[in-house]
């Protein structure tokens, strides 16, 4: 069993900043794939960004260049750092660790980019 708690979500303008964190408890956090995904209002909830146990990446083609994902095993803890945030990424955030047929996921955290 994992636990998952997101934070960092809020307002903020186009063009800025954001990073959202992802604090992980109950089991070895390094032998999960983890994950974030989003689900803006009235779309299905899709990958943004998804780091392997061995710290391979992969994101979405919508925010490459412009989100990042790391892990830090040591703190138990997944970060998106997210720039140049536009209108489109507003959505809520969620939070995902994978290993084999598990899955868990946190309560998630909303991302509003508006002027």
């Known amino acids: 069993q994992v636990q998952l708690v997101e934070s960092g979500g809020g307002l903020v303008q186009p063009g800025g900043s954001l990073r959202l964190s992802c604090a992980a408890s109950g089991s070895i956090f390094s032998t999960y794939a983890m994950g974030w995904y989003r689900r803006a209002p009235g779309k299905q909830r899709e990958l943004v960004a998804r780091?392997?146990?061995?710290?391979?990446?992969n994101c979405a083609d919508s925010v490459k260049g412009r989100f990042t994902i790391s892990r830090d095993n040591a703190r138990n803890t997944v970060y998106l750092q997210m720039n140049s945030l536009k209108s489109e990424d507003t959505a809520v955030y969620y939070c995902?660790?994978?290993?084999?047929?598990?899955?868990?996921w946190g309560q998630g955290t909303q991302v509003t980019v508006s002027s």
């Open positions: 995902n660790a994978q290993r084999t047929f598990l899955n868990f």
């Open positions: 780091i392997a146990t061995d710290g391979s990446t």
